[in-house]
């Protein structure tokens, strides 16, 4: 997993990464707010939010690779307030190549460089 810092809060970032990702033609499947599910049963946790997102085309060349890469696909982008900072937090290809048959899949390569523009633009 990557960590990097980002300036923004946690609702501004989640806003910004979906109007990005929607420009870029990817599918957002959910928007999931921690911080507010945790409310509805009378507990407290920082913001904390969960995108979850893809492209059919680039994950399904994935699965064909490896099937099992299903299990963490679609790809995830967590947006975070932890010890006073917000984080965006994020799989990288080291991940996916080692937890799959994946080494060097060009579909890996852009997708470490959609979350490196992600991150770019939160800065």
Known sequence: MKQIPIKSSVAESTEKIKAS???????????IDHQANAKSVGLEMPASRLLIIG???AGTKLMQKDITASF?????????????Q???????????????????????EKTEALFNTLAEELS
């Open 21 to 31: 990702l929607h420009e870029k033609g990817f599918t957002l499947f959910s928007d």
């Open 55 to 57: 492209n059919p085309v």
């Open 72 to 84: 963490d696909l679609p790809l995830r982008i967590a947006i975070v307030e932890q010890e006073n």
């Open 86 to 108: 917000n984080v965006l937090i994020h799989q990288t290809t080291e991940d996916f190549a080692t937890s799959y048959q994946l080494e060097n899949h060009p579909v890996l």
